[in-house]
Nanobody
Framework: VQLVESGGGSVQAGGSLRLSCAIS????????MGWFRQAPGKEREGVAVIYVDSGNSYYRDSVKGRFTISLDNTKLKLQMNDLKPEDTAMYYCAANPDVVVAGTSLLGLTPRSGHWGQGTQVTVS
């Protein structure tokens, strides 16, 4: 599987970015795709996941109402609005990660070995 993220950058608080992840070499018809992030010195955080067959999506509580995950053919996207300084991190897309969800919340995400990209940096000031 090859996952290549793009779309990161530096924005001011309140701004928007749209991340994309180009997917190749992977058949994901019955799995989920997701985004996670990691800031220096902090633990990895699951941000959002989408299940391919149902289209159901789940978000960590801190991004609900601001971030939207979508999947279009071979591209996974993350629209991020009203960005906050605490959203600053390296963002990665992940194929078929292990996830923990409850209700509409994403409680945890563990990427599978070799099933995430190189990341794209998001900096909010």
């Amino acid at each position: 599987v090859q996952l290549v993220e793009s779309g990161g950058g530096s924005v001011q608080a309140g701004g928007s970015l749209r991340l994309s992840c180009a997917i190749s070499g992977y058949t994901y018809s019955s799995y989920c795709m997701g985004w996670f992030r990691q800031a220096p010195g902090k633990e990895r955080e699951g941000v959002a996941v989408i299940y391919v067959d149902s289209g159901n999506s789940y978000y960590r509580d801190s991004v609900k109402g601001r971030f939207t995950i979508s999947l279009d053919n071979t591209k996974l996207k993350l629209q991020m609005n009203d960005l906050k300084p605490e959203d600053t991190a390296m963002y990665y897309c992940a194929a078929n990660p292990d996830v923990v969800v409850a209700g509409t919340s994403l409680l945890g995400l563990t990427p599978r070995s070799g099933h995430w990209g190189q990341g794209t940096q998001v900096t909010v000031s």
